[in-house]
């Protein structure tokens, strides 16, 4: 199950547990990303806390979490390799995982089709 | 080129010091001395002199090359204020003199100069004192912010935390306001230009500390509605915050103080002919009306009745210290000696044509570019390079390829609200032949971008380096050479 | 008019091409229709030769001729000719931030070097391109630790510059900050009663190395406890003293400030200063300021571009680290110059000279009857004296008689009246520090 945020991040959840990223689009706004800083494990994180920051040439952005929960892990290859939110946004390039998560906090997100449209009206 | 450091060589030296003519004998015991020299150069004066000259002429200057970069005001920098500057008489004063019994009498100069620095400056901008001290603009903006701040809770009008930011208002305003403990929000431009009056009003209310405008705007235009604007803000509560960074355009015609705002900031490195130093030092003069006098920061320098200055301390109300001492001093000297030599009518004639050579530069490119609002410009018009980025040469290509023909860029990508935005400010120290070279080499430009757009592209070919791989720079920060 | 380029013939030109009749006319189509100004009481212009005839008179009216014991900060050394040479070329002076780094390569290598030469100097593996002031600096050095901890409480010790803890006071009057102040001990910065404030609310404790007394104190132990609290150490120094003293960067300090007037600046009667900070690699991307880097052009070849730019105010807004867009580049050219002039021997030498005639005044003065020795043995270039009277009315008796010989505690330090700061440069003599202690004993 996939969602997106109006905040271009999208989650992925398998078993109890999210994964966290930001989607292709965003990234693709971003340019070319230079820095990473990520989540602390064991953090407690509600809705719309800041998940960590990306920084690119032109711009930093705050990374908003879509919903509640504790970070299990963070995507450490991003330390070293920042660029890889820029080649697979949505695959390798994730950001943390997170556990303790309320599904029903899920209902405000998007499905993968409402983001496309919603895209769309950005255009 | 070489770093400094490459050009060392062990037991070189560059400077000759006094012998030592007492026991060389000191009071820092063993453990506290350091175990390795810090590595500094061994080089000779000659070496010196030669590694930075060379790098100097790395550089573009005001003095080397025309350079119109928006919103930064780089007229010339006229040398007698350098020479002014450079008296031992100012340069050699330290600062705590005057705090030590007997001292002020001893810096009657120097203070003199700062107290008519603020006199002049209140003069020409309709106000009722002035700080010389916060050292920048930005630190003038947040000195502004706090005296705003004093004053609600001078009045136990606790309430008022939001501070109304337009959106064409340069970033600094927000993140001014945001250090000075307010809350921003952000109202919105209408088609021409100006504030929404609309938007702003659904913004105003009991929790409304003040406005911050920047006047004339970061679109290079003139408010028409600026008064009521003021008027609307005062009926809500709020105190009206003028942004004078680009005060140049409306010298000597607009005292901001006379139509509705309440502080006001100027960049003296900007309108005040001081030089620009390579990013710093400015400074940045904060001037207010009577309402917010009470709380200005300490000290404050005053004139007796017998002609003598002197500096008080004791100010119950004042928001406290926000510099170590009276300001950048060496810069605020530069600016009285500007405006002493300018005097009242020559500070009027800076406005008028500085106006006039940004509409006369926007009326000849408009043909050329896009341009976001089509109306008479203050001291700086925007030009969006919208047409020519849809033939993919974009505003930083053009910046690169007047580079290669002689000048410095125009601001690029500023402001946020226009498109491929290039920011032309020609100031009124540029001749009329000047400007016209410039607007040859864009019309060229622009030409070329549909014979031959690889040629604009791969510009600049002229400098010392081409493009540089800023994504390595922050991606693998190299910072220094240790 | 004087910096006016164009004359009658090239205005008319140009009202015709933007049709307008004359700058009334243009005033109005630009919609600035608000009242004019009067400007009655701003005098005549005048001619450049009245202008610097009129300041030097001003000039003339400050006393530099004084024998100066005067520190507090603000130091009074030797600037080599060679320095204004390169500061005085206008390639440098009248360049503005350098956003085009290919027009800018001579301010951007100038800038790294900049950087270089005080991580050199601190021990410190990053600097930034420079701030306003030392005391500025060591606002946005407190506000760097609030971010990177993300807690609230500050301690800061009363040996810290009090013209700096005015600043931050003001500073965070409306910021939500915990300012906690402790009394500086009898001879050192009050380091027990700094360790006993620091908990896990803790963002940073602020010291300074010399402390503002002069005392030279041992950091080592206890920026490993204010760590164990995973709090941040913060030290305010001096830069000339660094050439003889273990750097703060080997002493365990997260941050590292100071005012950079010693390396270069002239006094100024309060500025333009130098604002230096130097940080942990960890705390890099944190760092307020501009920062130059080094990177490869196109084809390769070496070059230096402004980086890490994209947490600052002109894109961030109200969401970033700091309001602050400047740095004082002419100032970090100087005192570049200067180290570079100096040398790693010749700072030393200066170093050395300091605190030899220091300690020799300090020998001296205590010598005199009535004076006593007050706060720690170790100093670099300046120390405390105790009087038996009023320091700050001592003071004033001697400036009768030349000498501005030091200041006095009690402006900022009630309990202390009677004590002074004295501050030895390089500048002064073995005449001149017997005579101020000749002076001193015949005021007593």
């Not at chain 3, 910065?189 to 360790?195: R, T, W």
């Not at chain 3, 896990?200 to 005392?215: E, L, R, W």
């Not at chain 3, 961030?316 to 790693?344: D, F, H, P, Q």
């Amino acid at each position: 199950m996939k969602y997106y945020s109006e905040a271009h991040e999208w989650i992925m959840i398998e078993d109890d547990e999210a994964t966290i990223g930001i989607s292709e689009y965003a990234a693709a706004e971003l340019g070319d990303i230079t820095y990473v800083e990520l989540p602390v494990e064991d953090n407690d994180v509600i809705v719309g806390d800041t998940l960590g920051v990306i920084e690119s040439v032109k711009a930093a952005s705050d990374v908003y979490s879509p919903i509640g929960g504790t970070i299990i892990e963070v995507n450490s290859d991003l330390e070293d390799n920042p660029g890889l939110i820029n080649e697979s946004a949505e695959k390798a390039g994730w950001i943390c995982k997170l556990g303790n998560i309320d599904i029903l906090e899920l209902d405000n997100l998007m499905t993968p089709d409402a983001y496309a449209k919603h895209l769309k009206s950005l255009d | 080129m070489k770093l400094i450091f490459e050009r060392s060589k062990t037991n070189r030296r560059g400077s000759s010091l006094p012998q030592m003519d007492v026991p060389a004998k000191n009071a820092i015991p063993e453990q506290f001395k350091r175990k390795q020299a810090a590595n500094l150069p061994e080089v000779s004066e000659q070496d010196v002199i030669r590694h930075y000259t060379l790098l100097s002429r790395k550089n573009m200057g005001v003095d080397t090359n025309f350079y119109p970069l928006g919103s930064c005001t780089m007229k010339y920098n006229p040398k007698v204020n350098e020479r002014a500057a450079g008296l031992p008489g100012f340069t050699e004063l330290h600062p705590l003199l005057p705090q030590l019994r007997r001292g002020g009498a001893l810096t009657q100069g120097a203070l003199e100069v700062i107290y008519e620095t603020q006199r002049l400056l209140c003069e020409l901008l309709g106000f009722a004192d002035c700080t010389t001290q916060p050292l920048a603009g930005a630190h003038g903006e947040l000195t502004g912010v706090m005296l705003m701040a004093a004053y609600h809770k001078a009045r136990d009008d606790n309430d008022r935390k939001v501070l109304l930011i337009p959106d064409a208002a340069h970033g600094t305003n927000p993140a001014s306001a945001i250090v000075g403990g307010f809350i921003t929000r952000t109202v919105a431009s209408d088609a021409d230009g100006n504030v929404d009056i609309e938007d702003l009003k659904k913004y105003l209310g009991p929790d409304t500390a003040g406005l911050m405008l920047t006047c004339p705007n970061t679109l290079g235009l003139f408010d028409q509605n600026v008064e009521e604007i003021c008027r609307l803000v005062h009926e809500a509560g709020g105190l009206n915050y003028c942004d004078g960074a680009n005060q140049n355009a409306i010298m000597g015609r607009v005292s901001p103080g006379l139509i509705g705002f309440d502080v006001m900031h100027v960049n003296i490195h900007k309108s005040f002919s001081t030089p620009h130093g390579g990013g710093g030092p400015g400074s940045g003069p904060v001037m207010v009306g009577e309402c917010l006098v009470p709380y200005l920061p300490v000290s404050r320098v005053q004139k007796r009745d017998d002609g003598t200055y002197t500096l008080r301390y004791h100010c119950e109300d004042s928001i406290g210290y926000i510099a170590p001492f009276y300001g950048n001093f060496g810069i605020i000297l530069r600016a009285y000696a500007y405006m002493l030599t300018l005097g009242r009518e020559g500070l009027k004639r800076v406005g008028e044509n500085a106006v006039l050579s940004a509409n006369y530069m926007r009326v000849k490119l408009a043909p050329y570019f896009d341009q976001k609002v089509d109306r008479p410009c203050m001291h700086e018009c925007v030009m969006s390079a919208t047409p020519q980025a849809a033939k993919g040469v974009h505003a930083l290509d053009i910046a690169k390829a007047l580079i290669d023909r002689g000048f410095h860029p125009p601001t690029m990508y500023f402001p946020l609200i226009v498109p491929e935005a290039l920011m032309i400010e020609p100031t009124e120290t540029e001749s009329k032949e000047t400007l016209d070279e410039f607007i040859k080499a864009l019309i060229e430009i622009s030409n070329l971008v549909d014979t031959d757009p690889d040629s604009i592209t791969a510009c600049p070919l002229t400098t010392p380096i081409k493009r540089l791989d800023e994504t390595l720079a922050a991606r693998q920060p190299n910072l220094a050479s240790i | 008019m004087p910096y006016i380029a164009n004359t009658k013939e090239d205005q008319q030109a140009m009202f015709e091409t933007i049709a307008c009749t004359d700058f009334a006319d243009m005033w109005r189509k630009s919609q600035v229709v608000v009242p004019e100004p009067s400007l009655l009481n701003i005098p005549e212009g005048m001619s450049e030769f009245e202008v610097i005839s009129k300041l030097r008179k001003l000039a003339a009216k400050n006393a530099t001729e004084l024998h100066t014991f005067l520190g507090a900060g603000y130091y009074d050394h030797i600037i080599p000719a060679a320095v204004g040479e390169i500061s005085g070329r206008s390639e440098f002076y009248t360049a503005y931030t350098p956003y085009q780094p290919e027009a800018s390569q001579g301010t951007l290598q100038a800038i790294y070097e900049y950087q270089s030469m005080i991580c050199r100097l601190t021990g410190m593996p990053v600097s930034n391109a420079s701030l306003y002031d030392g005391g500025t600096a060591l606002f946005e050095a407190m506000m760097l630790a609030i971010r990177a901890t993300r807690r609230r409480q500050v301690v800061v010790s009363e040996a810290v510059s009090p013209i700096f803890r005015e600043m931050l006071n003001t500073y965070s009057s409306n910021l939500n900050i915990e300012l906690i102040q402790i009394p500086a001990g009898a001879d050192d910065s009050g380091k027990e009663e700094l360790l006993n404030a620091v908990s896990d609310k803790t963002a940073c404790v602020i010291v300074q190395y010399p402390n503002f007394f002069g005392t030279i104190e041992a950091w080592e132990e206890f920026n490993e406890q204010v760590h164990a609290e995973k709090a941040l150490s913060v030290c305010s120094t001096y830069p000339v003293s660094l050439a003889l003293l273990t750097p703060p960067g080997e002493l365990g300090f997260d941050i590292v400030t100071a005012e950079g007037q010693s390396l270069g600046n002239s006094l100024n009667f309060g500025g333009p200063y130098l604002g230096i900070m130097a940080v942990t690699t960890k705390l890099m991307r944190k760092m307020p300021g501009r920062v130059c880097g080094r990177t490869v052009d196109s084809e390769g070849k070496d070059g230096f571009v402004l980086t890490l730019q994209t947490r600052e105010q002109h894109i961030r807004r109200e969401s970033a680290m700091s309001n602050i867009c400047s740095n004082e580049s002419l100032c970090a050219l100087t005192a570049l110059v200067y180290m570079s002039c100096m040398g790693k021997q010749g700072l030393i030498q200066v170093a050395e000279l300091c605190a030899s005639k220091a300690a020799y005044a300090r020998e001296l003065l205590l010598a005199i009857d009535g004076v006593e020795a007050v706060g720690g043995e170790a100093f670099f270039n300046e120390f405390v004296i105790q009087l038996p009277c009023d320091a700050a009315e001592v003071v004033g008796k001697l400036i009768d008689k030349g000498f501005a010989a030091g200041f006095p505690l009690g402006r900022y330090y009630p309990d202390r009246k009677n004590q002074l700061l004295v501050a030895v440069t390089e500048k002064r003599t073995k005449e001149e520090i017997k005579a101020l202690a000749t002076a001193l004993e015949a005021v007593l």
